[in-house]
């Protein structure tokens, strides 16, 4: 989500977004601190204001905070983690998860059937799902999967009449 909001990724630099989260606190907000590092080079670097790269090449550092004042604090913190990731080594890692790509269902489990599944999280108010990609690329393949999951959900919150 974060990748296709041009909102966030046009002012490059860093973002400070406050978000509604029902299931954290009905009456608040908690603020989210995004922060892209271009990781397509050979050095790793932060962005710069009004500056894109292509959403293949980026990496999101997200922070999260009750206190809608702490945006200094939690950019501290962001250059903090960015030193020690080059320090021990830990952005050639993330440089590595980057080129290899978001694992699918069958990466994770050779041989497998599963080609695609969605999770919701009752407790969070949340869902997470894998890429689309390579199994449902048109655009008329991705609403046949929905249509299924609609049908699934459908069939399992139906009230039966007796």
């Known amino acids: 989500m974060l990748f296709e909001a041009e909102g966030i990724k ?3 630099g860093d973002s400070w ?3 509604c989260l029902p299931g954290f606190n009905k009456t608040g907000y908690l603020f989210m601190y995004v922060s892209f590092l271009d990781m397509g ?3 790793v670097r932060e962005l ?6 292509a959403k293949e090449d980026a990496v999101a550092i997200i922070l999260l905070s009750a206190d809608k004042e702490s945006f200094e604090s939690m950019q501290s913190m962001k250059n903090y983690l960015v030193h ?3 320090r021990n080594q830990s952005m050639q890692i993330i440089q590595s998860a980057l080129q290899a790509r978001r694992p699918s269902p069958t990466d994770l489990v050779p041989g497998t059937v599963l080609r695609h599944f969605l999770f919701k999280s009752k407790s969070n108010v949340q869902f997470f799902m894998p890429s689309f990609a390579p199994q449902f690329e048109s655009m008329n393949q991705r609403r ?3 249509t299924i999951y ?6 399992v919150h139906a009230k039966h009449a007796s």
């Open 144 to 146: 046949q999967l929905m």
């Open 150 to 155: 609609h049908g699934l959900h459908a069939s």
């Open 10 to 12: 046009a002012g490059g």
């Open 48 to 53: 710069h204001s009004d500056e894109r790269i």
């Open 41 to 43: 080079g050979r050095e």
């Open 84 to 86: 020690e990731f080059r």
């Open 17 to 19: 977004i406050p978000i």
